[in-house]
């Protein structure tokens, strides 16, 4: 897996005066950085995800959505999940599980931790933060909002080990 980028004549010639997002965005031998992550198979090409919405705990790659599918897939208490990264002492970057239960649920951070024995241990969140029923943010087109997330994550103190 890596990031998908491209040339040709279709890609644009860079930031209209922002020489640095630019030379972040193409490369010196003009390939265009998606911002995508993929990998090529026999099939084609299949993505993965978005280069910036990564987590990075202790040097793994984790995908938000992998995390949120699980809780959100194989939890009859819960009606959306947001994950997203935060600042961490030791593991450079936490991953924090933002869940809204549903109306009438009880649900507990044991509850979780309890779900997440199943997922591989660089992918358990460090940090949950049980949301009421309808407050979720969520953006224009009823999405969780993850930019909202994130600054409401780097708020949060996130304890130094997951135990």
Known sequence: MGHVCFRGPQHFAGYFRNPEAT????????????GDLGSLDGRGLRFSGRAKFVIKPAGYQVFPGDVEAHFALSTEQVASVGVVGAPHPVFSEAIVAFVEKKPGAELTEADLKRHA??????????KYVIVEPGQMPLNRVAK??????????????IPDSDQ
């Open 23 to 34: 030379a972040a965005a193409l490369s010196r031998d003009g390939y265009l950085y998606t």
């Open 117 to 126: 024995r199943s997922l591989t241990g660089y992918m358990r969140p460090s």
């Open 144 to 157: 969780v909002d993850t930019l909202r997330l994130i600054e409401q994550a780097r708020g949060l103190e």
